[in-house]
């Protein structure tokens, strides 16, 4: 038998029990993983992702520090995990036998290619560097679909404004009167071969939010087909949403702006599109909820 450490963390919060919760495994150099035994570990631990993370201290510099890092959700592996990878720089910021205190830098080697997570000075935020997705907007049959799929699942009618596809994401953006933030919504519609052969739907709106007011855009994002019926707070769509919503708010490229996630435990991140390098920055604090040991047999 032997252990793995992990460590629970409330991602894009500054209160414990909110934000979304993700365990790290940061690897010894001596214990290696199969990508099942990875797979099994991510379903027990049943939330939204399960992150495993690899020294590469062949990789290091004077000012960053590298590892290799990989996301399971309970069902799959995904390509790219915000919440995950602000709770697993987190975790390694935190402890200076794996970050020194004057190394503000890590890179992240991970399907998705090289990630950069930094401390933001003077504030306990952490800033994720991140690809934007490339929008594409569904034709108007598709629409009409998305928007069927959509009644269904808040068990009404509502005005679907837009929906465009975004890598593994189909953005949906609901009318200002829909109150997604308190909406009950029913996520057993939103698989792939009901819509539009994506693993995950956001829903997306300017509605004002009662609890950010400062947010210029509220969102909700469900995946059942990936084990996750709602999740919590998903930094990866914010790779759409950020530029989706700077075209259509008229925000510059370059600026910060707040964005939340109306779940029931909710979310707040400071976004910003750097449009000319492709690239989005999020910003979010992580919040350490519990730390302990999962025993493996020898043969696992």
């Known amino acids: 038998m032997f252990t793995l ?21 940061v690897l010894p150099h001596s214990i290696a993983i199969s990508d099942p035994l990875a797979q099994k570990i991510s379903a027990e631990f049943n939330l939204s992702e399960t992150a ?17 890092l ?22 390694l910021f935190a402890d200076v036998a794996l970050v020194p205190e004057g190394v503000n830098i890590i890179k992240f080697e991970t399907l ?5 997570a930094k401390r933001v000075p003077d504030t306990p935020h952490i800033e994720l560097e991140f690809p934007a997705y490339t929008l594409i907007p569904v034709g108007v049959e598709e629409l009409e679909k998305v928007a069927r799929v959509v009644d269904e699942a808040v068990g009404g009618s509502v005005a679907v404004l837009d929906v465009q596809k975004a890598d593994r994401f ?9 109150d997604l933030e308190n909406a009950s919504v029913n996520p057993t519609p939103f698989v ?4 539009i052969g994506t693993r995950s739907t956001v829903l997306t709106s300017e509605r004002p939010s009662a609890l950010a007011p400062t947010a210029r855009f509220i969102s909700r994002m469900f995946a059942p087909a990936s084990g996750i ?8 769509a914010h790779c759409a949403l950020a530029p989706y919503w700077c075209e259509v708010l008229k925000i510059p490229p370059g600026e910060v702006f707040t964005a939340r996630q109306a779940s029931s435990r909710g979310g707040d991140l400071d976004v910003i599109w750097e449009k000319d390098k492709g690239r989005v920055k999020l910003r ?16 696992a």
């Open 52 to 68: 495993f993370v690899v020294p590469r201290a062949m990789e290091d510099t004077e000012y960053s520090r590298t590892y290799g």
């Open 284 to 299: 979010g604090n992580a919040v350490v909820v519990a730390r302990g040991e999962m025993y493996l047999p020898p043969k």
């Open 112 to 116: 998705s290619g090289t990630l950069t």
């Open 70 to 91: 990989r996301w399971f959700t309970p069902k799959n592996e995904v390509p790219l995990c915000g919440h995950a990878t602000l709770a697993t720089a987190g975790v």
């Open 170 to 178: 189909m953005l949906v953006r609901l009318d200002t009167a829909f």
């Open 229 to 236: 019926p709602e999740d919590p707070v998903t930094g990866s």
């Open 5 to 25: 450490q992990y460590t629970i963390v409330d991602a894009f919060t500054s209160s414990p029990f909110a934000g979304n919760p993700a365990a790290v495994i």
């Open 192 to 195: 792939p071969h009901v819509t």
